[in-house]
């Protein structure tokens, strides 16, 4: 999929409002500080991933997929407590059961 010039502005401007809410949020800065007074150098490095999908044009005939043409798996993962707590600590909600799914 090629993406257009406002998509690609759009994109940057969400990081760029990521990265300003994870350098403004006292919880983390507070957090770091810790660690780095603890006698440890410390750096952060987070991975988002984003996806989106195009609305479809009114009046746009839309392609029929065939049942057989993609597979749809399940996947699973586990959440560790320790996971859960760094996601809150970004303001990420975070509901989980027992086994941490």
Same mark, same amino acid.
Request: no cysteine.
């Given at each position: 999929? %090629?993406?257009?010039?406002?998509?690609?502005?759009?994109?940057?401007?969400?990081?760029?409002?990521?990265?300003?809410?994870?350098? %403004?949020?006292?919880?983390?800065?507070?957090?770091?500080?810790?660690?780095?007074?603890?006698?440890?150098?410390?750096?952060?490095?987070? %991975?988002?991933?984003?996806?989106?999908?195009?609305? !479809? !044009?009114?009046?746009?005939?839309?392609?029929?997929?065939?049942?057989?043409?993609?597979?749809?798996?399940?996947?699973?993962?586990?959440l560790t407590n320790?996971?859960? !707590?760094?996601?809150?600590?970004?303001?990420?909600?975070?509901?989980?059961? %027992?086994?941490?799914r």
């Amino acid at each position: 999929m %090629e993406i257009d010039d406002k998509l690609k502005r759009l994109i940057k401007e969400l990081g760029n409002a990521i990265n300003e809410s994870l350098s %403004e949020s006292d919880r983390i800065s507070d957090v770091m500080g810790k660690i780095r007074a603890a006698g440890y150098d410390l750096f952060l490095v987070l %991975e988002v991933t984003v996806g989106f999908n195009k609305h !479809e !044009e009114p009046g746009r005939p839309r392609r029929a997929r065939s049942s057989g043409s993609r597979r749809t798996e399940v996947q699973q993962f586990h959440l560790t407590n320790e996971d859960a !707590e760094f996601l809150r600590d970004l303001n990420i909600s975070v509901d989980v059961d %027992e086994d941490g799914r």
